[in-house]
């Protein structure tokens, strides 16, 4: 069992950048990433990492957020630049083997971003 513990949301206006940080009760090889669910909308891919470091984008946000990872801490980041309305959502941490994390999931954290 992996419990995931995310932290980071907050309100901010356009163009802004923030950054969400998720961290792991335990040290893991899992591919870990991000998903994000706006309401009335289901949850999209945003990014995810490999253990190695090999990252994946969704086409809405590459180029704009940077996916990161660090062992030793059991952490992953979401760093969030040229922030849009549209990336507002409840932002969620999940883990899993294979490519796609899908096993553990975290609480969700709220990003609003404002016009």
């Known amino acids: 069992q992996v419990q995931l513990v995310e932290s980071g949301g907050g309100l901010v206006q356009a163009g802004d950048s923030l950054r969400l940080s998720c961290a792991a009760s335990r040290r893991t090889t899992y591919t870990m990433g991000w998903f994000r669910q706006a309401p009335g909308k289901e949850r999209e891919f945003v990014a995810t990492t490999s253990w190695s470091g090999a990252n994946r984008y969704s086409d809405s946000v590459k180029g704009r957020f940077t996916i990161s990872r660090d062992n030793a801490k059991n952490t992953i980041y979401l760093q969030m630049n040229s922030l849009k309305p549209e990336d507002t959502a409840v932002y969620y941490c999940?883990?899993?083997?294979?490519?796609?994390?899908?096993?553990?999931w975290g609480q969700g954290t709220q990003v609003t971003v404002s016009s």
């Open positions: 999940a883990a899993g083997p294979g490519s796609y994390p899908n096993a553990y």
